[in-house]
């Protein structure tokens, strides 16, 4: 940013003009990088605008990534085998399922995206009790978000106090 307030930005901004030669300058980075194929990538840009008749800089960012739908549900479908498997093993048909959901980037932006995703995979899986997703306090303390699947059908819900520190 001081590069820019100086006008010697680096060779990392793209540096364009808008109307009556207003500066614009923008930016991409990655978020995340993907460890192999099945992961997802998140590419921000920041666009810095201005100054503007001396009233500083304008600052935006954009978001080009966003969870791997079909990674996540991908992973979930396998939980379920897992959990049905282990209800047959156990000799307990209606035992609870939960499957719990943790993120190394956090979710941030894609918070109702998830949300939707996961009332829509509950809807489908009849068997599965919950989902919980891991997420963190601002005292970085573990909380568990907690979805009950309200179409339940031949298994036991998941019990109220099954995780500490849930949302």
Known sequence: MQDINSVKPSRAWYVDSLVEKVPSYSCFYTSNHPKNDNDSRSV???SVIGPIDNKGLGIETHSYGTLNLARLTSSIEKGIF???ASAERELDE??????????????GFDWPLLESHLDQTLKINRTLSAIAVLRWSTKSEPLFE??????LEDVR???GDAFVNQV
């Open 94 to 107: 209606k035992m609870p399922r939960v499957i719990v959901l943790a993120f190394t980037s956090g979710i």
């Open 44 to 46: 921000y840009q920041l």
């Open 82 to 84: 897992q959990l049905n």
């Open 157 to 159: 819900t998941l019990p």
């Open 146 to 151: 907690i979805f009950h699947n309200s179409s």
